[in-house]
């Protein structure tokens, strides 16, 4: 995946991470990877239409397109990450990555918050 961004092809990328996806549909923490690879993808997929929105019509409409991309990759990082947590995964270093900020107030997290401390008992 990271080639692939990096060569300037977050869509393959994120297809590529979707293909994995279904490889390992149970891996907690294979899957928690490919949602950060989802999360990125869609994070350079929305940048890119930030940069081409200006006055040009076809520009504008072509970074429409990559911004409804972007949010359907979203999405599946998103679904990727439930799936994940449900199979094991450790959420906890992925609370704080860039790239799943956009998941900040996602009910996922709701898991990470530390216990309340016991209530201690009069003797």
Known sequence: GRALRDAGRPDDAAHVALQRRQLWPTDGEHLGKVAVELAEAARQIRAEAAAGHDDNEA????????????????????ETLRVAAANGCNLAPLRTMTSLAFLQDDPIWVKLKP?????ETSP
């Open 59 to 78: 520009e504008s409409e072509n970074a429409a397109k990559k911004a409804v991309q972007a949010a359907k990759f979203e999405e599946a990082a998103a």
């Open 115 to 119: 216990p309340s401390p016991p209530v």
